[in-house]
């Protein structure tokens, strides 16, 4: 055994970690608080990388990271991947990543077409961002009017994408405008492979973490249906779904893996 100090790529310790916030990290506060420990001695040891991707606002993001605690990231992907930050989201969003996500995009007319449509309730103002407008839908509602907005988006020539979440949430975002390509971008900018990342979800919006690319995926135990149904349709090796709920689904994925 002492014949090589050479450490194997995949015995590398530092990993990019990055997680969804709302019923992913956030839902169990004693996991939670392990969970953090446990990154924290990893970060330091070792310089992982830990981005949370939430489809929160900076604004409502802030909220959650007082009331949980939460430790800082080394990355902040908000609004459902389409703001980056690196240090505290007070100042502007990373310029690099708006000018990848602005071509095909237009807020003014995807704004002016859901007004047409009345069963598209906005969300509050501040979820309201540069990149993405947010409307609530019931899933009655939303087979039958969603294909309708989708073409009329089209036909203006916009490439505009429609994700449904939660069977409440319907999100309007850029082509490039998700967590799995702003997850791919923080890899390249950090210089960690995609075999060395894993990402941690549980609804709609965090599909495209696990589709993205050959990134490791951890989908927690008390996953919503609309990604399981995914899951069902899309298993990969690079894809646990973990037993667990939580914080804990995420510690028993990353052992799964070999991260921790
Ligand atoms: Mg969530």
Redesign the pocket.
Known sequence: MTDSQVTPKELQPQFLFIT?????FVGDADALRELQALLRQHRQAYGTKIVYAT?RSPQLYRQLKAEQSLINPDALVTSVGTEIYYQDPSDVADREWSAILAPGWNREIVAATAAEFAELVPQPESEQRPFKLSYYISPELAAGILPKVESILQQQGLKVKLVYSGGKDLDFLPEKGNKGLAMQFLGQHWGISPERTVAC???G??IALFSVGSEKGIIVGNAKSELRQWYAQNRTPEIYLAQANYARGIVEGLKYFGFL
Do not use: A, P, Q, Y
Request: net charge negative; hydrophobic share 10%; no cysteine.
């Open positions: 969804d916030l709302d019923h992913t489809g979800g549980d609804s919006n965090d």
